[in-house]
């Protein structure tokens, strides 16, 4: 597993300076609900280089692949409108030369994605080389493409890669398809849930568990700069907060504490680490520097202190507490000091989450028996419920800050039968919410930063 | 506290718990007569079935704390091994520390023995606040038992928040049975 989680390494430029206006552009603030046409041509590839590939990943025409993810990933957006390849009146390799702009305006396609693959030996060993190009079909002009070569495991990454570069285009915000999810993969019994750590690509492909399921984790949350993870392991029946280097699958716990650890957080320079010890029936905040190995403590009061989130500069955390009486959301300084409450509304808050742009902290909500992913302000104003149900919380932003992604669990029937837990995702704007298939159930998604080159 | 006065609490209970019950009696017969004048006997026969779950629930209920003994096992003969809370509360009860005072006697009389005290919630909270939550509820079991002679060393905590439940249903009687803290022999 070491070896497929490596960071793939390519060359990297652009066919041309993306510089010319294109007509086409998608105002995501709002709930979309007129998506744009858009065509994924199937990428081109010759006869060569499909049995060059086909030797190796045992796929017969890779090109289309690719294409498939690029659509999958614009389609789920909500913001496209992948049309139907079957309407495509011209040929992969010829659209991708010089489309026929007609034939395209004509199936009512504003955007047009074509591209080719063809295999490669570099000092012995195999490549794939990817092109890409964007069309404005209205405009009539090529606006954005390039191309990379990579080693052919990668080829769902190029993909990926594509997918960012049309969704940053066309939308004016950075993508979230090249990341991954981590999140805790569950089985069995409600009673006896055997959880496991497990990771996949954004789109739900490549799942991989970290975990054998000896033990309870819980909650593990990505390193914003690296491959690193930080999560709580009930190993030995010590609840602790584990750091493990998914490449290299070493752990060790994180500080040395009287009592029990949880709920950590990586600081968004990845240098430290917030998390909650519980000791003697109080949860206090604490931090630790994962550099210096200091560890402070940041709130002092007897009532329950926990789920702590950094803001993107690092200057502020949020964090959970019930000094109020009940579970609410409060603001204060990374120093610990000035603490202020932000959340007022109906019923009780938890869970709060800083967005990666700064601007908003998603929360959960339980009001009068049912369950609220929501944002709000961080000085606690402009409260906006996105979803409700009967039980769901832990959100976590994607990397560009509009989409929240969380875990929703299902009412059992009068047996005590029917229990699920399940990832989904929604829309800032409240719209799109989906379920992310997972290969068992899940929970505790946490979502990376893009993943670089 | 002396034994005349538990035993005038263990009365306290019993007799509210046969008030509660009586009155759930009464409640349930009055809505199945209007029902059973006019429908089949299939019915009337639905009717009682329906009724019985509330009336269960009054006896095994107390405000929102779970009384009943299904799922409470032993830590040794005549010694219950768990207590139950109120949502969101970690307050023992009056049986609460009946339990407790129980557990403390038989673990003075065997000084040899460690226990973990294990503390849980109920689905109906985020699992982080739950996870401290338990760890609040094992605490005041293992205070209580501390008052009673039992020393610290003797106690660990370890809190499972909502993850390891009894009863997997999604009912407030469920989740009474779930909102716990169970005394475990550790050696």
């Not at chain 1, 009940?326 to 603001?331: G, M, R």
């Not at chain 1, 929501?374 to 976590?396: C, H, K």
């Not at chain 2, 509360?89 to 129980?102: C, H, N, P, V, Y």
């Not at chain 2, 079991?141 to 009673?148: F, V």
């Amino acid at each position: 597993m070491r070896n497929k989680i490596l960071l793939i390494f390519f060359i990297y430029f652009f066919l041309k300076p993306g510089i010319s206006y294109s007509l086409v552009e998608i105002d995501i603030t709002r709930g979309n609900l007129d998506p744009l046409p858009i065509s994924v041509s199937p990428f081109f590839s010759d006869e060569t280089s499909k049995e060059k590939i086909k030797e190796k990943l045992d796929i017969d025409n890779l090109g289309s692949e690719i294409s498939k993810v690029i659509e999958n990933n614009l389609r789920k957006t909500g913001l496209f409108e992948t049309l139907d390849k079957e309407s495509f009146l011209q040929k992969p390799d010829i659209a991708h030369l010089k489309p026929r702009f007609e034939d395209w305006a004509l199936i009512k396609s504003q955007v047009l994605i074509t591209g080719n693959v063809t295999s490669k030996i570099i000092n012995e060993k195999d490549y794939i080389r990817i092109e890409f190009k964007l069309w404005d079909v209205l405009g009539a002009k090529m606006v954005d493409g390039f191309s990379l070569t990579t080693v052919p495991t990668n080829w769902r990454r190029v993909g990926h890669k594509i997918s960012d570069k049309v969704y940053e285009r066309l939308t004016g915000e950075s993508g979230y398809f090249d990341t991954r999810i981590i999140y805790v993969a569950e089985e069995g019994p409600k009673t006896q849930r055997v959880k496991k750590l497990a990771i996949m690509d954004q789109d739900g492909f490549n799942t991989k568990y970290l975990t054998l399921g000896n033990e309870l984790v819980l909650t593990p949350r990505f390193n914003p700069t690296n491959q690193m993870i930080t999560y709580l392991s009930y190993f030995r029946n010590m609840p602790r907060v584990y750091l493990l280097n998914i490449e290299t699958g070493k752990q060790e716990v994180v500080g040395d504490f009287p009592g029990m650890t949880f709920a950590p957080r990586f600081s968004p320079d990845g240098k430290k680490i917030i998390m909650s010890l519980a000791k003697d029936g109080n949860s206090e905040i604490w931090v630790r520097n994962l550099e210096t190995n200091i560890q402070e403590k940041l709130t002092d009061h007897p009532s329950i202190d926990t789920s702590p989130s950094y803001s993107p500069d690092g200057k502020y955390i949020t964090f959970n507490s019930d000094r109020s009486g009940y579970q609410q959301i409060y603001v204060m300084r990374s120093d610990g000091s000035k603490v202020k409450r932000i959340s007022f509304g109906k019923g009780i808050y938890g869970t709060p989450v800083w967005s990666p742009r700064g601007d908003l902290i998603a929360f959960t909500k339980l009001h009068k028996g049912k369950f609220f992913i929501g944002v709000m302000r961080t000085d606690g104003t402009g409260e906006r419920l996105l979803t409700e149900n009967f039980y769901q919380e832990a959100p976590s932003w994607s990397p560009n800050g509009r989409i929240i992604i969380f875990y929703r669990e299902t009412k059992t029937d009068d047996k005590g039968e029917g229990f699920s837990a399940k990832l989904w995702s929604i829309d800032l704007t409240g719209y799109n919410e989906r379920l992310v298939s997972t290969e068992t159930d899940a929970s505790d998604p946490s979502w990376s930063s893009l993943l670089g080159n | 506290m002396n034994l005349s006065k538990i035993l005038k609490n263990a009365f306290l209970v019993v007799l509210f718990g046969l008030i509660v019950t009586a009155c759930a009696t009464k409640k349930s017969v009055k809505t199945t007569e209007p029902s059973s004048t006019t429908t089949t006997t299939t019915t009337k026969a639905d009717e009682t079935q329906k009724a019985d779950p509330i009336q269960k629930l009054d006896a095994l209920m107390q405000g929102d704390v779970y009384i009943g003994s299904d799922t409470v096992g032993e830590l040794a003969s005549g010694v219950p091994d768990r207590v139950f809370f109120a949502t969101n509360e970690t307050i023992l009860t009056t049986a609460s520390r009946e339990t407790l005072r129980k557990q403390a006697a038989w673990l003075r009389q065997n000084s040899d023995v460690t226990v973990v005290v294990e503390g849980h919630a109920d689905e109906r909270g985020t699992r982080e606040y739950n996870l401290a939550l338990g760890e609040r509820r094992a605490n005041a079991a293992k205070d209580y038992l501390m008052t009673y002679g039992v020393s610290s060393d003797r106690i660990k905590v370890l809190s499972y928040g909502k993850e390891r439940p009894v009863d997997s249903g999604s009912n407030p009687l469920s989740w009474s049975k779930n909102r716990r803290s169970v005394t475990v022999k550790a050696n």
